[in-house]
């Protein structure tokens, strides 16, 4: 039998933790990064440009002899922050097509629509 102060087993266990995790979040390779002036090439073109996608940010970029993934450019062009139209505006602007639209629909007895 052995006998051990409370402090040293929880020390062990935090040395045990921060050697896992820091095993963990090493850096391991994968991708290269981009470069710095390219992120702001992307993230200009993508501001300039709100209504344009990631597939015409990456035809100009290839027009200047760049080659980068379409998935790559979504990951960093701006979010564009659209004013989109609620159901209630929607419904106020078009509401008597609506109405035009289904006044003139008669279901049959077959549940056919004429």
């Not at 921060?18 to 992120?39: E, V, Y």
Request: charged fraction near 25%; glycine fraction near 8%.
């Amino acid at each position: 039998m052995v006998l051990v102060r409370p402090q040293n087993v929880i020390a062990r266990h935090r040395l045990g933790f921060r050697l896992f995790w820091r095993g963990k979040s090493r850096a391991r390779g994968g991708r290269p990064t981009l470069d710095r002036k390219l992120l702001t090439l992307i993230h200009h073109r993508g501001s300039s440009n709100p209504t344009c996608g990631s597939k015409w940010i990456q035809a100009e970029l290839a027009k200047l002899g760049i080659t980068v993934f379409d998935s790559t450019i979504g990951k960093y062009r701006p979010r564009c922050q659209r004013a989109d139209q609620t159901w209630k505006t929607f419904l106020h602007y078009h509401a008597k097509d609506f109405i035009a639209v289904n006044s003139f629909t008669v279901p049959t007895v077959t549940l056919r629509l004429l």
